[in-house]
């Protein structure tokens, strides 16, 4: 005998049971809990999740059903929903296909049939919704703007009609939304009664035969039909009604909450200011018995030239206080006393140079320079590019390549032309120069502190043209060079060199007639994290300057680029940064807040203070790396409330914030060329003179320019395995070098090593065996020598010079033929 046939499922009845869905490419087939009832396909994740959540449902009178093998059917719905299940064998999908075909045909039928009838009951649903609008229509005679008619501060005696009221408003609002929320009970009690009646009567008739009692049957469910679908439309309209009331509502109550808010804030701020001022009047009070005789004497004061009342209201006009920018997790800042406008007091210990704020640091500078800037004002030599060829638009599969690159250092990841940007490390590098007018100004002061504030202000701008520029520099190979020859048109110049090959190292100096020096080494170190990438540089950079001796030393924050495999990359800029000036002890601690999307503060911002060697702050540094940054004289400072998590924060009084830097806008069509900035187009500018290692005449590099990407990518091969080989003929002659009685053996474990012809990033492959002492690289760089400098107590390679004097001469004889 055969087995027995499942049963099939009316359509009255409700069919449940697990199903796989199709998510996505990532996750593809789930197992999900689907739910057929009254002509309704609905699934959850799990069984529990059927009281609460629903995760989607498909309504079968007007889808389509449709087989596609043994196990797999697919049903939609026109185009808005689509889902592709999977049973776990052929029996079970028919089960399923016999259920949702009958409950099709019975939803298809049960809305031909109350198509008739629902029109005389249109009459009804309309005055019952009339009659709820005449209930409804006082609430909402009134926009949704008519939280504005309460003012935003508290009234005075004969303003007060207004908001008088408002507790009365606010109890019959929530009275009215109790009877909403009672209309909803109260339809959804109908709503179960007359569905389980119609329930009721679609099983009977499923049940019945054809004879005398099907039309009194017919009758009967088309009645509990009409008062099911009348009960819904109430159901509807008294949910329309609640959500529109609590939307209109929830408007004022949120600008209510907002005024709350911001007159807490008013109000601790001025019982702060008040206290400040009530110290400052006790202080003025003590030391009035010690005034000085000019003080004492009006006349005797107005010989000595203290102005008069109508000078000192015009002073005081002219000069206004503003609030920095504000860090609640490390300081605040508030407008300083007025006394401190007075040019030349000495109120608090306050000397005479750090209260000469009348004047912007230019004037300062200037006034304090002999020399004129007109008569250094230099013009340009040559009409330099403003072009590149457009970046073409090739396809790429990202994830072909970045799937097996998963925790490994990213200069061992092998990576073509399509993720780089056609210039090298080196390039980057010499872009730090582009804002070097901040440095022109630093030498020109004669306060260290002053100083500071520039050569910080030097450091934030070094990151601005990193906020669009999400393509990876070409890796220098060992010896490449890039010179940046601005001496007739901006006063400076500057030599790159990669100076070692493991670990991939960068040397730049830079050197400006108008006293200044600028050298670091730079060391890469990054992380691939699947989703994003962090880019941690190690070394250091120090300034000098020639004029005050002043040495300053910093480092560089932590860059990371985000949607590495998926979505629009990003980057961004996070860490601290101390600059230090290793004469005098000041200090500068800048702050790169990460980007949160939670936070309230403005996207890459960067705060600072510059302190003293006692500690003591004196300036206050705020903006963004990609936009700005402003300077602020610090007054007085006293310790303030606890911060967000506990700390307590420093309140610093500070004069009105000026700007220091500001961005220069990017050239027109920026981002069809890699958004590049005017003097990142010059950098790969073809110039006679320069030395045969020069990045700008680097094959691979210019083809990529050129928008030949096929025939870079081929260049950028043969160019690794030229230094492959270059490489193994180095670690060949250490070898011989240092012990030359193993030299057989040593030449063996080399050629026999199968990481011999590992294809890896430019400069970057692996170590060809694990004994490293055995495989010394002697390489030593040509245009700098590694030295420790005595200041900062740091290991760096430092220009040793000879590349200009070459450079004059003509001869590169010493260079090697890397390209």
Known sequence: MSEPKPP?????????????????YIKGYQRRWFVLSNGLLSYYRTQAEMGHTCRGTINLATANIAVEDSCNFVISNGGAQTYHLKANSEVERQRWITALELAKAKAVRMQAESGERENIFVGECRSFCVRRFVILSPLFSHSDDSGDDCPAVPPTSGQGGGCRNSNSEVQSTLRTLNSKVEDLTTCNDLIVKHGSALQRSLSELEGIRVGGDMGDKIRQVTERATLFRITSNAMINACRDFLSLAQSHSKRWQKALQVERDQRIRLEETLEQLAKQHNHLERAFRGATVLPS?????????????????????????????????DPAEFITVPADPKYHRSGSNVSGISNETGMDDQSFDELSLASNPESPQSLELEPVRQRRTRIPDKPNYYLNLWSIMKNCIGKELSKIPMPVNFNEPLSMLQRLSEDLEYYELLDKAAKCQSSLEQMCYVAAFTVSSYSTTVHRTGKPFNPLLGETFELDRLKECGYRSLCEQVSHHPPAAAHHAMSEKGWTLRQEITLASKFRGK??????????????????????????????????????????????????????????????????????????????????????????????????????????????????????????????????????????????????????????????????????????????DGRWDEANAEKQRLEEKQRTTRREREREAVKAVSPSEEAVTEDSINDSPLKTDAVETGTEANEVSDESAHQDNYQALWFEKLDDPASGETLHVYKGGYWEAKEQGSWDMCADIF
């Open 8 to 24: 099939t499922p009316t359509p009255g009845d409700t069919y449940k049971g697990w199903l796989f869905k199709w998510t996505n």
């Open 294 to 326: 000019s003080f004492s004497n009006p006349a005797l004061g107005n010989k000595g030239g203290v102005p008069g009342k109508g000078d000192a209201s015009d002073e005081d006009d002219d000069n206004e206080f503003f609030d920095a920018m504000e």
């Open 532 to 705: 994003y990438l962090s880019i941690m540089p190690l070394g250091s950079i120090q300034c000098l300057f020639d004029k005050s001796n002043n040495h300053y030393s910093w480092k560089k924050v932590t860059t990371t680029v985000h949607n590495i495999i998926v979505g629009k990359l990003w980057i961004d800029q996070s860490g601290e940064i101390d600059v230090v000036n290793h004469k005098t002890g000041d200090r500068c601690h800048l702050k790169f807040a990460p980007y949160s999307y939670f936070s309230r503060d403005v996207p890459r911002k960067v705060t600072g203070v510059v302190t003293d060697k006692d500690g003591k702050a004196h300036y206050v540094l705020s903006g963004t790396w990609d936009e700005k940054m402003e300077f602020s004289r610090v007054m007085q400072s006293s310790k303030g409330e606890n911060g967000t998590e506990g700390k307590q924060r420093t309140v610093y009084q500070t004069l009105k914030a000026k700007e220091i830097w500001k961005k220069n806008p990017l050239p027109e069509g920026a981002e069809n060329m890699y958004f590049f900035s005017s003097l990142a187009l010059t950098l790969n500018e073809p110039e006679e003179g320069v030395a045969p290692t020069d990045s700008r005449k680097r094959p691979d590099q210019r083809l990529m320019e």
